[in-house]
T-cell receptor
Framework: DQQVKQNSPSLSVQEGRISILNCDYT??????FLWYKKYPAEGPTFLIS?????DKNEDGRFTVFLNKSAKHLSLHIVPSQPGDSAVYFC?????????????FGTGTRLLVSP | KAGVTQTPRYLIKTRGQQVTLSCSPI?????VSWYQQTPGQGLQFLFE???????NKGNFPGRFSGRQFSNSRSEMNVSTLELGDSALYLC????????????FGPGTRLTVT
């Protein structure tokens, strides 16, 4: 049972335009959400996060939106740059069995073309 | 500050063999988590160690095991390798684990033939 889903395996956008990556989750116990970026041959790197008490968090070109009622979060990258081309993973955290546990989605490959 | 290191980076094994992967976390980090990444499956959580104790475990068979040493370094062992174990194995460290920001190593690419 995939509790965190990224239904778009890939996304292509032009440089300068907005990239929107989506993520859905099924468990209402998740209370903290993160986005990671992964380049080939490297481990994922933390990008931005949001707590369930907020609905928006912004860091430079990156903004994460959280819609708790829809159990949906999205990552907006504006403007997109070729260096943003990578695989993006969303992750959700909740307390399961007394400990915080992080569940990752399957990833979306973003390609930003010049 | 040095990042998370994993050794070896690449490994080729045959079915039935066993393998041990190593992870050195960032200095001061006490939590080490292991993940398996395969195409289409994302990052599947294997287990987390905190202060030498396994604190969390994912849904993997008992062939997958791990341990953590007093210096927070961790090892992961897979016994009786199967073709389906071919994957990128990632280690991540954090101060406390859970929803704290995790820092990933570059991974070990395991190929089982």
């Amino acid at each position: 049972d995939q509790q965190v889903k990224q239904n778009s395996p890939s996304l292509s956008v032009q440089e300068g335009r907005i990239s929107i990556l989506n993520c859905d989750y099924t468990n209402s116990m998740f209370d903290y959400f993160l986005w990671y970026k992964k380049y080939p041959a490297e481990g994922p790197t933390f990008l931005i996060s949001i707590s369930s008490i907020k609905d928006k968090n912004e860091d430079g070109r990156f903004t994460v939106f959280l819609n708790k009622s829809a159990k949906h979060l999205s990552l907006h990258i504006v403007p997109s740059q070729p260096g943003d081309s990578a695989v993006y993973f969303c992750a959700a955290s909740a307390n399961f069995g007394g400990f915080q546990k992080l569940v990752f989605g399957t990833g979306t490959r973003l390609l930003v073309s010049p | 500050k040095a990042g998370v290191t994993q050794t070896p980076r690449y490994l080729i094994k045959t079915r039935g063999q066993q393998v041990t992967l190593s992870c050195s976390p960032i200095s001061g980090h006490r939590s080490v988590s292991w993940y398996q990444q395969t195409p289409g499956q994302g990052l599947q959580f294997l287990f987390e160690y905190f202060s030498e104790t396994q604190r969390n475990k994912g849904n993997f068979p008992g062939r997958f095991s791990g341990r953590q040493f007093s210096n927070s370094r961790s090892e992961m062992n897979v016994s009786t390798l199967e073709l389906g174990d071919s994957a990128l194995y990632l280690c991540a460290s954090s101060l406390q684990g859970g929803n704290y920001e995790q820092y990933f190593g570059p991974g070990t690419r395991l190929t089982v033939t």
